[in-house]
C-alpha cells in the first residue's frame, strides 16, 4: 500500500534558525514528489515537484531535495512569514494522477 | 491564468440535512477534478475525482456522492449529513492525469 510518513509533527523555530522537515514514503513506481504549504483556513499552495532521486528544487528560503526513499523540504533563515503547514505528497504508477499526502509539518517561526 | 473558486466558506448544517458544495474552475478546458476532506489530525483524503463531465470516480465508500454536471463545475452532495461527515472540504484541478493539483480554499463543514 502506498504510504507517505511526514516527521515531526510539529517544529518551532526561532527566526533565522535553518532546519529541515522530513517525507519518507513507500510507493509502488514514483512518478512524481509534491511539496504544499497550507495556511491556516486555506487551501494547500503548491510548492514544488520533484520526479527523480537527486533532484533539487529551490524557491526562496526553501529547498526541496530527493532520495529513493524520503524528500527533505529544507528552510534557510526562516522568517515569521513562513509558519505555515507543510504537506508532501505523491504520485504513484497506478494513481492516474491522484495524489496521496502526508499529514503534514506544522511549522511556527518565532521573530 | 486559472482559478478555482469553491463555495460556501463555511457551512453549519443539522445532523439529517442535505449538503450541496460547489466548485467551478475558470481558465482551462478538460481538467481533472478532485473532492478531499482534510479533517484534524489526518492528512488530505481523496473522496471523488472526475476525468469529464458525467464521469466520477469514489475513492471512499460514504454518506457523500460528486458529479460533474458541466466540464468545469464539480458537486458534492449527501441527502442526509451524518456528525461524521464534519470536516474541511478541498475541490482541486489538474491538467488531464498531470499533477500538480491546485487547490481552492476550501468549505469549513460542521455538522450539528
Known amino acids: 500500500e502506498d504510504q507517505v510518513t511526514q516527521s515531526p509533527e510539529a517544529l518551532r523555530l526561532q527566526e533565522g534558525e535553518s532546519s529541515s522537515l522530513n517525507c519518507s514514503y513507500t510507493v509502488s513506481g514514483l512518478r512524481g514528489l509534491f511539496w504544499y504549504r497550507q495556511d491556516p483556513g486555506k487551501g494547500p499552495e503548491f510548492l514544488f515537484t520533484?520526479?527523480?532521486a537527486g533532484e533539487e528544487k529551490e524557491k526562496e528560503r526553501l529547498k526541496a531535495t530527493l532520495t529513493k526513499k524520503e524528500s527533505f523540504l529544507h528552510i534557510t533563515a526562516p522568517k515569521p512569514e513562513d509558519s505555515a503547514t507543510y504537506l508532501c505528497a505523491v504520485e504513484s504508477g497506478g494513481s492516474q494522477g491522484n495524489l496521496i499526502f502526508g499529514k503534514g509539518t506544522k511549522l511556527s517561526v518565532k521573530p | 491564468s486559472q482559478t478555482i473558486h469553491q463555495w460556501p466558506a463555511t457551512l453549519v448544517q443539522p445532523v439529517g440535512s442535505p449538503l450541496s458544495l460547489e466548485c467551478t474552475v475558470e481558465g482551462t478546458s478538460n481538467p481533472n477534478l478532485y473532492w478531499y476532506r482534510q479533517a484534524a489530525g489526518r492528512g488530505l483524503q481523496l473522496l471523488f475525482y472526475s476525468v469529464g463531465i458525467g464521469q466520477i470516480s469514489s475513492e471512499v465508500p460514504q454518506n457523500l456522492s460528486a458529479s460533474r454536471p458541466q466540464d468545469r463545475q464539480f458537486i458534492l452532495s449527501s441527502k442526509k449529513l451524518l456528525l461524521s461527515d464534519s470536516g474541511f472540504y478541498l475541490c482541486a484541478w489538474s491538467v488531464q492525469r498531470q499533477p500538480p493539483l491546485h487547490f481552492g480554499n476550501g468549505t469549513r463543514l460542521t455538522v450539528t
Open positions: 520533484l520526479y527523480s
